[in-house]
């Protein structure tokens, strides 16, 4: 079954990120498959108390490593028609997807801020030079126009750790 134009860039997303070797070392998948088990659409799976619950911070941290990945609410999917020489037009889509990956901040960098920042530089640095050996490279995989770092890769502040965990992430911008 079809599942309709909007899915399709989102899945296609999915598939270029799982296939990023930086990603599936991050998440400590050993395949695609495994690495696609990692990455969400729109929302993170249930807290076990279900949703509208919080999540513990036990919940949070077995989660960790995921990414997160949703159409833009703001021209998430556009569709734009194409005048031809001669005949009927056609449709050129386009649109804006946002990726957040939030991982663990390793215990042994913990204590030093710079060491995490550079931890973090260094995570996304691996999966943009990934996503960009890799675009072109299969119909099955994303070919976006532009990626955008929109935020981060941050570190959650020490008052909000408790409850949370001590976690950095990224957010990631594309447009296709």
């Given at each position: 079954?079809n599942d309709?134009?909007?899915?399709?860039?989102?899945d296609r997303?999915?598939s270029?990120?799982?296939a990023?070797?930086?990603?599936r070392?991050l998440?400590?998948?050993a395949?695609?498959?495994?690495?696609r088990?990692?990455?969400?659409?729109?929302a993170?799976?249930?807290p076990?108390?279900?949703f509208g619950y919080?999540?513990?911070?036990?919940?949070?941290?077995a989660l960790r490593p995921y990414a997160?990945?949703?159409?833009?609410?703001?021209?998430g999917?556009?569709?734009?028609?194409?005048?031809?020489?001669?005949?009927?037009?056609?449709?050129?889509?386009?649109?804006?997807?946002?990726c957040?990956?939030e991982?663990?901040?390793?215990e042994?960098?913990?204590?030093?801020d710079?060491?995490?920042?550079?931890y973090?530089?260094?995570v996304v640095g691996l999966i943009l030079e990934?996503?960009?050996?890799?675009i072109g490279?299969?119909?099955?995989?994303?070919s976006?126009?532009?990626?955008?770092?929109a935020g981060?890769?941050?570190?959650?502040?020490?008052?909000e750790?408790?409850?949370y965990?001590?976690?950095?992430?990224?957010?990631?911008?594309?447009?296709?």
């Amino acid at each position: 079954m079809n599942d309709g134009l909007l899915t399709v860039p989102l899945d296609r997303f999915i598939s270029l990120l799982a296939a990023c070797t930086s990603f599936r070392t991050l998440t400590g998948a050993a395949t695609i498959a495994e690495a696609r088990g990692r990455i969400y659409k729109s929302a993170l799976p249930a807290p076990i108390q279900g949703f509208g619950y919080p999540y513990t911070e036990e919940e949070l941290v077995a989660l960790r490593p995921y990414a997160r990945v949703w159409t833009s609410p703001v021209e998430g999917y556009r569709l734009r028609a194409m005048a031809l020489c001669s005949g009927p037009f056609t449709w050129e889509d386009s649109g804006s997807i946002v990726c957040e990956i939030e991982w663990t901040v390793p215990e042994n960098i913990a204590e030093d801020d710079s060491s995490v920042q550079a931890y973090g530089d260094r995570v996304v640095g691996l999966i943009l030079e990934d996503m960009i050996a890799l675009i072109g490279t299969s119909t099955s995989f994303l070919s976006p126009k532009e990626i955008t770092v929109a935020g981060g890769p941050d570190r959650v502040p020490p008052e909000e750790r408790l409850g949370y965990g001590d976690a950095q992430g990224v957010l990631l911008k594309l447009e296709w």
